[in-house]
Each structure stands twice: as C-alpha cells, then as structure tokens.
C-alpha cells in the first residue's frame, strides 16, 4: 500500500524550471474535492479540489517577463471558464517575501493557459497569487486563491519594512489614514479607514478601491474591498504580527496605489 501511496503522489508532482516552458499533459490527475471553505490566502497550490500549475515563470530581472500557468478542476482538466470577479476573470499578485515589488495584474487566457508579463526590478523568493471564481459558483462568496513561489537568483538588496504610518503617497496624491495607527486585536473586527484629501475617486474595478493586506510573517494573502462609498475596509486577522497592506484606487482614469503597515497584537 506505501507503494501505491508513493506513486499517487509522484503523479501529482511537476517539476518546473524557471523561465523554462514545460510540457503538460492534457489532462492531470483529478484534485481531490472537499466541500467549499474559505477561499485560502495563497500559500498552496491547491485548494477546494483547484490546482494552478506552472508552464513559464520568470528567471531573470527585467521588464515585461513573461509568466504562464494553467488551473486545473477538480477533474484534473484545465478549467476555462469563470466568473466575473471585479469586472475581471482572475486577478493575479506577486510580492517579494520582503514585502516589495507588489503587483496588481489581470492575465489574458488563450485557450486553457492564463499568460501575463511582470516586472522583475530585483531577485530574492517571491510569490505569485492567483484569485478567480470557478464558473457556476456564487460571486458573492469567498473566491479561490492558489499560489505559486519561485526564485530569481543573484544579489538581493532586501527591502526595510515600513512601520505605520498616518499618511502615504500614491503619485501626486495623499491618503490619510482616518482610523489611526494604535495595534488592531487579534481575531476581533475593526475598521481601516482612509480618506484622499480633494479628490474624487472613481469606480475602480466594480469598487471604490481595492486593498490586498499580506501577513508579512507567512505573506497569506486577504482580498478587501470597502464599503460603497467610502473607503472603511471591515478587518478581521486571525495572527499576531505585521501586516501590508496595499490600496489601488483610481483618480482621473488613472490607477493609485498607496501602501501601509499595520501590527495586530
């Protein structure tokens, strides 16, 4: 029996060399499907009987490398279609373990394979963060969100981590944070709530803004969005620790993004 568990486990592993486009069998072992639960923050492959699996990922610095990956259903077939979630099919984020280098990108698919290009400006271990709803399930619900890690060689310059602050940048612009910067409790709701002084903020991606908040510790990934017409993020983190938080919104048809640092005691 431990050699038939060894090689079912064996038909579950492919190995991907970075920068390097693999050949993937058409079909792949079926995902094991458990009932619906939370929608994961990004630090496995797989999750809720869904698997992403790499073709191309990057290997070198650079602009527009490119990055390629497929998701599998839980009967082991590429899925292809989706739900509209903000206006978009899948969402895709990449973050150095250091907190730097956020992106914020929306891939195309072209037959069974989502395909993008990043912006690689440094090396060091980062992540890839892949959120999309399987066509058929509630939109309202909690999406799926699988992650991809991978490495780009050479000398790192590691990126200090901001403490909190009561302001940040975003272009020309400033965002206040509205609420404070006292600790947030563990495990209890609060509110985050920010304000962009003599601006008028337009609809961006279905919201008024979009906030991707990492655990610094483990870099989980959670996905908030405000209420409708204000920028108040309804918070509830389950660990202690260091938490970035970064806000995309939209002035004048162009995209803002401001970053801040919270602790949760």
Do not use: C
């Not at 992650?147 to 909190?164: Q, R, S």
């Not at 209890?188 to 908040?213: I, K, N, Q």
């Amino acid at each position: 029996m431990l050699g038939v568990a060894f090689l079912a486990t064996v038909a579950y592993v492919l190995t991907v060399l970075p920068g390097r486009s693999v050949p993937v069998p058409t079909a792949a072992a079926p995902v094991p499907s458990p009932s619906p639960s939370l929608h994961g923050d990004g630090l496995s492959d797989s999750h809720d009987g869904y698997l992403i699996q790499a073709v191309t990922l990057p290997a070198r610095r650079g602009k527009a490398v490119p990055v390629a990956f497929r998701i599998h259903g839980p009967d082991g077939t590429p899925q292809t279609e989706y739900e509209l979630l903000q206006t978009k099919l899948l969402h895709l984020y990449l973050v150095r373990d250091d907190m730097s280098g956020y992106q914020h990108l929306h891939p195309e698919l072209s037959g069974d394979t989502w395909t993008a290009k990043v912006d690689i400006t440094d090396g060091g271990a980062y992540r890839f963060y892949a959120e999309f709803v399987p066509k058929g399930r509630d939109v309202a619900g909690h999406p799926t969100t699988l992650g991809l890690p991978f490495v780009i060689p050479g000398d790192t310059k590691v990126a200090p981590l901001p403490g909190p602050a009561p302001s940040a940048v975003a272009g020309r612009y400033v965002v206040n944070r509205l609420d404070g910067t006292a600790h947030l409790r563990v495990g209890r709701s609060g509110l985050l709530s920010f304000d962009v002084p003599g601006v008028r903020l337009e609809p961006y991606l279905g919201a008024l803004a979009h906030m991707s908040a990492f655990e610094v510790r483990t870099q989980a990934l959670t996905h908030l969005h405000p209420a409708a017409e204000e920028l108040t993020f309804h918070v509830q983190f389950a660990n202690r620790g260091e938490y970035r938080l970064f806000m995309d919104f939209q002035v004048a048809g162009k995209p803002q993004r401001a970053a801040f640092t919270v602790f949760v005691t």
